[in-house]
């Protein structure tokens, strides 16, 4: 991908400066033609906002672009331009440092994406001239990741089932010689992963688990993913506007191939290894029932509170896995409660972990990447609203409250204590667009655990 990067150009380009609220009642001050054309269009300097400054010709001299009260650009000031900007071939003015460069370079990058699957556009997008210093490898790495993780969520459900989903993370593993497995239909019995196998034998289009590994060295990173690729809520049945967006019920899915694009394209030294259950939660005669009792890859029974509250039975049978081959640290990604949503919003995932080392080394990593999570308490007293009374543990917990916490509580009991793990609970959708954010499919979190990753290998 191009990602609207290209090399030093023989075509005219334009050069970008950056100004601050502060310099630009300075520049006013002085009262140049940039300053008086600054000031006829209300240009106030806000962070990445522009002002595009003609040449005498009535071409495109230069163009402002705001940092507000910052000093320098972030990963986002720049990150809508190529779809804002004229068509052309722009420069940075000013030398940055390398760190800065890259942060400029990467959100350039993360904001040339379109999805045009579906729907063509002849727009031709501006381009930035590859800024001096920048760590090309890891923009290049991180662009990637996200882009196909969008592209996986914004995947409307009739081309992203369960098969589909196996396709892709086959062909990811192809692209960087990883071996990938997959489970298929009623193997997953066979195979011992029954809680899978149970949410998804409704559907005609066959449930999996996705099993691939990378690496031969260095820490041992297990990524899981919810692959829910359709949610219908079961035959407690979702409404109309609760089944909207459910094609995005994959998106725990698509963070990891994400982050796994990263980490192969940058060859990080890990052993890596990417498990998705992969299901349609559909509606037919022997669909699973509320208060039927299933089993587990772990031994455990499991009473069924809610058929909608299916994400966490297909991620207890794989994390049981997980921990079956003694990783360093385990992370699971999955859009798995409305309840993380109540206490954060729908930019802001909630992050539960059992390690206060790696937790807190995450939110260091998720505040320097401008990419935040937010720590959760796995409140242990709220272990108790998930017992059944004819099975080890409900699949819900026995009051309205703490949701996206009893969800968390529920998962370790299948990771246990002996393995360092985190639990994303996301979006995965922006609800409205922003510059570099488009509406739709959106990783969140990936940037500060690829930085974490990657500080724990080097």
């Given at each position: 991908m191009s990602f609207q990067l290209i090399e030093g150009s023989a075509e005219q380009t334009?050069?970008?400066?950056?100004?601050?609220k502060k310099q630009l009642d300075e520049s006013l001050q002085e009262s140049g033609l940039s300053a008086i054309w600054m000031t006829a269009n209300n240009f106030k300097a806000g962070d990445g906002e522009i002002c595009t400054i003609p040449?005498?010709?009535?071409?495109?001299?230069s163009v402002a672009i705001g940092l507000g009260d910052r000093e320098v650009p972030g990963i986002w000031t720049m990150a809508g331009l190529s779809h804002s900007l004229p068509q052309g071939v722009y420069t940075l003015k000013e030398k940055q440092t390398s760190e800065v460069a890259t942060e400029i370079a990467l959100g350039w990058a993360i904001g040339s994406y379109c999805f045009t699957r579906y729907k063509q556009s002849d727009r031709v997008l501006a381009s930035l001239v590859w800024p001096d210093k920048v760590d090309k490898q890891l923009v290049s790495s991180l662009a990637s990741g996200v882009h196909l993780t969008r592209d996986l969520i914004n995947t409307p459900s009739n081309d992203m089932g369960p098969e589909e989903l196996a396709t892709a993370a086959s062909q990811l593993a192809g692209?960087?010689?990883?071996?990938?497995n997959v489970i298929v239909g009623d193997d997953l019995l066979q195979a011992n992963y029954p809680a899978i196998y149970e949410v998804g034998k409704a559907s005609d289009r066959a449930p999996r688990l996705i099993d691939f590994r990378w690496g031969d060295s260095g820490p041992k990173i297990t990524l899981v993913g919810k692959g829910v690729c359709f949610d219908t809520g079961?035959?407690?049945?979702?409404?109309a506007a609760g089944m909207l967006m459910m094609k995005k019920d994959m998106g725990g899915a698509a963070h990891v191939?994400?982050?796994a694009a990263a980490i192969m394209e940058s060859n990080l030294?890990?052993?890596?290894r990417v498990l998705i259950p992969a299901v349609e939660n559909a509606v037919s005669g022997n669909a699973f029932r509320p208060s039927d009792v299933i089993k587990t890859r772990k031994g455990l029974t499991v009473e069924i509170g809610n058929t909608d509250a299916e994400g966490r039975l297909v991620l207890c049978d794989a994390l049981a896995e997980a921990v079956r081959t003694k990783p360093d640290l385990i992370i699971d990604f999955a859009t798995l409660t409305g309840a993380a949503r109540v206490a954060l919003g729908t930019d802001l995932p909630a992050m539960f972990c059992n390690d206060d080392k790696i937790a807190d080394s995450l939110r260091k990593h998720s505040v320097e990447c401008?990419?935040?999570v937010w720590r959760m308490p796995l409140h242990k007293p709220y272990r108790k609203l998930l017992d059944s009374k004819i099975a080890d543990l409900n699949n819900i917990s026995g009051g309205p409250y703490g949701?996206?916490?009893t969800a968390a509580l529920y998962l370790e009991e299948f990771v246990g204590n002996e393995t360092s793990w985190a639990h994303f609970d996301v979006m995965a959708y922006n609800t409205s667009s922003r510059p570099g954010r488009p509406e739709g499919g959106e990783a969140m979190g990936l940037r500060a655990v690829y930085s974490m990753i990657k500080e724990m290998v080097n």
């Open positions: 334009i050069p970008l400066f950056f100004i601050n040449d005498k010709s009535g071409g495109i001299d692209e960087f010689e990883a071996e990938c079961g035959l407690d049945l979702k409404s191939l994400g982050i030294a890990c052993q890596l401008d990419d935040e949701g996206a916490i």
